[in-house]
């Protein structure tokens, strides 16, 4: 590996640290439902995002709310 491509590695992985994930598996809706609400809530702040997951009435909004939750424990 070259000198530019270890160095681009390493600030891949130093930006990544900054950044925490979540996944959620074995959920029984489309892919494109649970974007439709992730997207709604993309970018925006905690408790204002768990607020309009709380009263969307997309039924995916409920484990889109599950999954914040849980990602803000295991922070």
Same mark, same amino acid.
């Given at each position: 590996? @070259?000198?530019?491509? =270890? !160095?681009?590695?390493?600030? =891949?992985?130093?930006?990544?640290? +900054?950044?925490?994930?979540?996944?959620?598996? /074995?959920?029984? +809706? %489309?892919p &494109?439902?649970? =974007?439709? *609400?992730?997207?709604?809530?993309?970018?925006?702040? *905690? /408790?204002?995002? #768990? @607020?309009? #997951?709380?009263? +969307?009435?997309?039924?995916?909004?409920?484990? *889109?709310?599950? !999954?914040l &939750? %849980?990602?803000?424990? %295991?922070?």
């Amino acid at each position: 590996m @070259g000198a530019r491509k =270890r !160095l681009a590695a390493q600030a =891949r992985k130093e930006a990544k640290k +900054s950044q925490y994930f979540a996944k959620a598996q /074995n959920i029984p +809706s %489309s892919p &494109r439902k649970m =974007r439709y *609400v992730a997207d709604m809530v993309r970018g925006m702040e *905690v /408790n204002r995002a #768990l @607020g309009t #997951l709380q009263f +969307s009435k997309k039924a995916a909004a409920k484990d *889109v709310y599950k !999954l914040l &939750r %849980s990602a803000i424990a %295991s922070w």
